[in-house]
């Protein structure tokens, strides 16, 4: 479980830092920031417009003593979400789609936010990936095998009460 909240953490970081396990996240798109602009949110990072996504990220131990971490199934639409930003995705633009952005586009270019180009004639809308989950793994799991199981000793010798530095020896643990 302590290696799976390191992990978590570390998912978390990444949001902020917007770079999970050292990997930047694609910039965010004119037109995204226009949206974002016209509807009252200032903010330029990616995946942390509310939160939600972030705050979704789990520890869970499940039967057997495995540990879950990431975005549990128990909440579907922010497994389908999450997906979308590890993979990314390429979506149909449907002409109530359409509408919507226009009327969203309208909006923010009243409160003086406008981006080049046309919505009008946009066939498909490319989220590109923004991995937060597999980058991590890389990192401190795959690529940082060594260290993985370094913090996993550390965890099991201060949970039976041996910590760095002592030299106790095992009729002396509790």
Excluded: C
């Amino acid at each position: 479980l302590a290696e799976g909240q390191f992990l978590r953490a570390q998912m978390v970081k990444g949001f902020t830092s917007q770079a999970p396990g050292g990997l930047p996240f694609a910039p965010l798109s004119p037109v995204t920031l226009t949206l974002r602009g016209g509807s009252g949110f200032a903010g330029s990072k990616a995946l942390i417009r509310t939160g939600t996504l972030r705050g979704s990220i789990t520890v869970v131990q499940e039967q057997g003593g495995v540990v879950f971490v990431g975005v549990h199934r128990q909440s579907a639409s922010r497994v389908n979400i999450a997906k979308i930003h590890e993979f990314g995705a390429t979506i149909r633009v449907t002409n109530k789609m359409r509408l919507w952005l226009m009327a969203r586009m309208n909006e923010a270019a009243k409160r003086g936010f406008v981006v080049g180009g046309s919505s009008k004639r946009a066939g498909f809308i490319v989220i590109p990936p923004r991995p937060f989950v597999r980058p991590v793994f890389d990192q401190y799991v795959h690529d940082g095998k060594h260290q993985a199981e370094m913090r996993f000793q550390e965890h099991i010798a201060k949970s039976i009460g041996f910590h760095k530095g002592t030299t106790r020896s095992a009729a002396h643990m509790p």
